[in-house]
């Protein structure tokens, strides 16, 4: 195709494209909504600190003139994991031991494996209470089946969990038959596993055993909120992808399908947090610990959005 009738192929496609009407509606409600953006901006700047807002400035710039510098939009807060805090209490340990301290109860099973365990065992029953509801009357055999045998599986952790927990604490055996059972045969997400979070006052126990939990639930509840930031950026991604360069049937439902096994993750990852928080908050209260509830703020539905994404409630500009 030779250059003029390039350019008249063009104009022909370009000349039935209503850009002109949908780009000239934008533009009259970007006008109308930028002073409250800017508005809005303005008092956003207002709380940050000048010599801050000015280095994160000049950074920026730098970075979009040149991206080989520091990218400022990386996160350079490093915050616990589960595996460095699981390390930590591994290493304090094998130093006890050294020293010829020991205040295991089982031969198998330490005071950070029991906790650890327990804490494992809490992922699986969210897991398997998400597998449970996504069966429906039509389900095929192969996925009930599947639900069955995990259910089964966590039945026999559960029972292990219980033995190993009445040796670091007795008590748990009158707690679990003081526990008014609202089903008569409870499925095995719904069984209480008596962690230190869950037992707070109500009798004693060693408080090394909540100190451990509290440590290991600081560090879930920081992961929980990584895995949902990178999750939501990953789903504004895919949301711009499929809007602005899938077309077709197949290539929308492929990308239909990602989304929804990354909002799983989100949907996951938000259950994990609420779960590490009200423990911490728990956990807080019987070992004096303040603040606690400063630092891992309630997690709303209205919050879990991407920065791209408006507040419920309003539109897209």
Known sequence: MGPGTR???????FANIPAGDSLLKKMITATSEVAEHVIAHQELEATIDAEKLRSWTEAMVAWELDPTNPNPYEVTVKTPTQASVRRQLAEEEERALAAGVDFSLSDEVSPCSLIAMGIDLESEQRSLKTLTNSLWDHSQDRQITRVKLRSNALTRKLEEWFSVLQLYIPTSVLLRKREPQKKENPKPFEVKLWLPSQIGKSVSFDRSL???EYKLRNAQAHEALGVLRRNLQIRATLYDVKDRWLRGQGANTQALNA???VQARIAGARDEYRQAR???????????LPNVDKEFLPLEDRDIR???EAEPGQGET
């Open 210 to 212: 909540a100190d451990i």
């Open 306 to 308: 991407s920065m791209v």
């Open 278 to 288: 009200a423990s911490l908050l728990a956990l807080a209260d019987l070992l004096g």
């Open 259 to 261: 989304i929804a096994t």
């Open 7 to 13: 350019r008249d192929t063009l104009d022909y496609h």
